[in-house]
């Protein structure tokens, strides 16, 4: 790799309906949560003016994503259903297609009707699905057939079980198998543009929350833009011994962290202290250029 190739540098591309999108430096996805009982209170937008409000905050802090979520996927989160999930969904994103017609969305969702839905009737331009596929056996044929960027990610079980499963015989080799084969199914299904997310939180201790952190660049074998979603978790709170509310430091300290291990895009609720960290970390790249 050449000092004009490096992690950052490497020109990628995602086909968004056409629209090429480039991922020259990281990305940042603002969440925007309309559920009642996300992990962290100060995210959930429960009404039209705050859903609005969140989408201005993200755009104006130099968000290039809004991540909308209507099914909380904390340890131990409720089950939703299909249609409550849809009931959620579908006036938000009539709002926020009203008031930023313009702005690239993606739906946190794990069901294929579900995706379906939002990109067909609301022109939902990424699928963010937490199970790759294993929640709903139509999610990858549908990801096709709809022809958008779906982000892949790693998790063990289901929000209600996740954390009753974290045994691994080696943790990041048994993650990237998993992932190479989910993967495949999915380019066999014809999905083209795919993101990969390595699940911090998701069916991990704190321990190996940051064996995964430390080793994150061993995920670039797949030659694929990585997502690295750490913003106010429990690896942060607790290590600090803070609520999810103080953890926005130690978040600041995770994300410059991800971002010199070579993450793509930031999942975060802070978008102005994360578009700071990938100044500052393109700044001491560009350096050395």
Known sequence: MSSKDTFFSKKRTLNLGGHLLEINTPLVMGILNITP???YENSRCCDEAEILKRCETILSEGGSIIDIGAYSSRPGADDVSEEEELNRLVPALKAIRREFPNA????DTFRAAVAQTVVEEFGIQIINDISAGELDEAMFETI??????YILMHMKGNPQTMQDQTNYNHLVRDIISYLSVRIDLARKAGIHDIIIDPGFGFGKTTKQNYELLTRLDEFRIFELPILAGVSRKSMIYKTLDCAPQEALNGTIAV???ALSKGADILRVHDVKAAIDVVKIVMASKNFYL
């Open 104 to 107: 690239l969305l993606s739906v």
């Open 37 to 39: 009982d996300s992990f």
């Open 255 to 257: 994300n410059t962290l």
């Open 144 to 149: 096709a057939r709809l022809n958008v960027p």
